[in-house]
């Protein structure tokens, strides 16, 4: 079956522009994870989805970042007023049970002029 | 909160030599450590996973090992390939409040030199 998709795959845009990126996870995966990569870098944690739960927000560098998940499904990570610093790819992962084996997307790769 | 130390931050290794990953948590909770492996330019995938009510796994020339006592787990790569090189992440499970999630080690970069 079809794995986890993200668009775009590449973004740039100017600084203090407005982006958003979608998520489309594995049909029937109730967890949905949003991670930073910078360049050689490691998996950052942004944020989390869980079934109908609120989701766990901790790993938001800012409030110029959110995201939101409709209909258990789909997911949009917004950042607002980009920074130079946000340029990274961005991964989302899905899995079937929180906690266990997390599928991962293509990423975007953002740029941020 | 969890923690996951992952050592060493770069590996070099002749072709058929083994390769050995150390990984460190500090949530004696945790059930669930998975491997991933990233090539560059690739998505994370999945190699191989364990969960604490067994000390090994093997899969082919992967294998992974589990001590909950020391709190450590370990990736053992044997007769290493050129292909093997990659980024390795290991990963502990967080639980609690309702939620479990992943958290990551630093990331192995693995170059197996022909």
């Known amino acids: 079956g079809a794995g986890v998709s993200q668009s775009p795959s590449n973004k740039v845009t100017e600084k203090g522009k407005d982006v958003e990126l979608r998520c489309d996870p594995i049909s029937g995966h109730t967890a949905l994870y949003w991670y930073r990569q910078s360049l050689g870098q490691g998996l950052e944690f942004l944020i989390y989805?869980?079934?109908?739960?609120?989701?766990?927000k901790s790993g938001l560098p800012s409030d110029r970042f959110s995201a939101e998940r409709t209909g258990g499904s789909v997911s949009t990570l917004t950042i607002q007023r980009t920074q130079q610093e946000d340029s990274a790819v961005y991964l989302c992962a899905s899995s079937l049970v929180s906690g266990r084996e997390q599928f991962f997307g293509p990423g975007t790769r953002l740029t941020v002029l | 909160g969890e923690n996951v130390e992952q050592h060493p931050s770069t590996l070099s290794v002749q072709e058929g030599d083994s390769a050995v990953i150390k990984c460190t948590y500090s949530?004696?909770?945790?059930?669930?450590f998975p491997w991933y492996k990233q090539e560059l330019g690739k998505r994370p995938q999945l190699i191989i996973d364990i969960r604490s009510n067994v000390g090994e796994k093997k899969d082919q020339r992967i294998a992974v090992t589990l001590n909950k006592t020391a709190k450590h787990f370990s990736l053992h790569i044997t007769e290493t390939q050129p292909e093997d090189s990659a980024v390795y992440f290991c990963?502990?499970?967080?639980?609690?409040?309702?939620?479990?999630?992943?958290?990551f080690g630093a990331g192995t970069r693995l170059a197996v030199h022909p």
């Open positions: 949530d004696s909770a945790s059930n669930y």
């Open positions: 989805f869980q079934g109908n739960s609120a989701p766990d």
């Open positions: 990963a502990a499970v967080l639980s609690g409040g309702g939620y479990n999630k992943l958290i």
